[in-house]
């Protein structure tokens, strides 16, 4: 998560420079789908969200994962200068076979790597009823009433 290196009621070398007791904040990662102008699909994380939304918004959008399969699917950092691409370990073994035949090593990263976050995810069902849902990369529930 991109935090605001703030310390709740502690002195902050950053605390007040917008205004008095002001703080950075930052969202990077609450995104919300609008399907026909009606909010379909909310999700957040607290991990590489500058590459991950693109990953679990493409999983679904382009791939037709329901949203915990996009979760759960394996995730990549960008490609590196140095022609390598971190890649949580779960990917199938010809991946790694197909990317160092164009010149492209593979960094594997753990099965589910912690960094590469968890969403929580809540949208509207096709059927008019609500779904949501926490991936398995950390520990969280998703409940409704």
Not at 2 to 12: F, I, Q, R, T
Not at 104 to 133: F, I, K, S
Request: glycine share 14%.
């Amino acid at each position: 998560m991109v935090g605001s290196h703030a310390v709740n009621s502690l002195a902050s070398p950053i605390e007040g420079w917008v205004t008095g007791g002001g703080r950075m904040r930052s969202i990077l990662s609450n995104t919300m789908v609008l399907r026909d102008g009606k909010p379909w699909l909310s999700l957040g994380s607290p991990g590489n969200v500058h590459c991950t939304v693109p990953q679990v918004l493409s999983n679904i959008l382009d791939f037709g994962m329901d949203p915990y399969a996009a979760d759960d699917a394996p995730r990549c950092l960008p490609y590196e200068d140095d022609h390598t691409i971190s890649v949580e370990s779960r990917v199938a073994p010809e991946v790694p076979a197909g990317l160092a035949k164009l010149g492209v090593l593979t960094n594997p990263l753990p099965r589910y790597d912690y960094h590469m976050g968890t969403y929580q995810m809540a949208w509207r069902e096709a059927g008019g009823g609500l779904g949501a849902c926490t991936g398995p990369r950390r520990e969280g529930v998703a409940e409704g009433f």
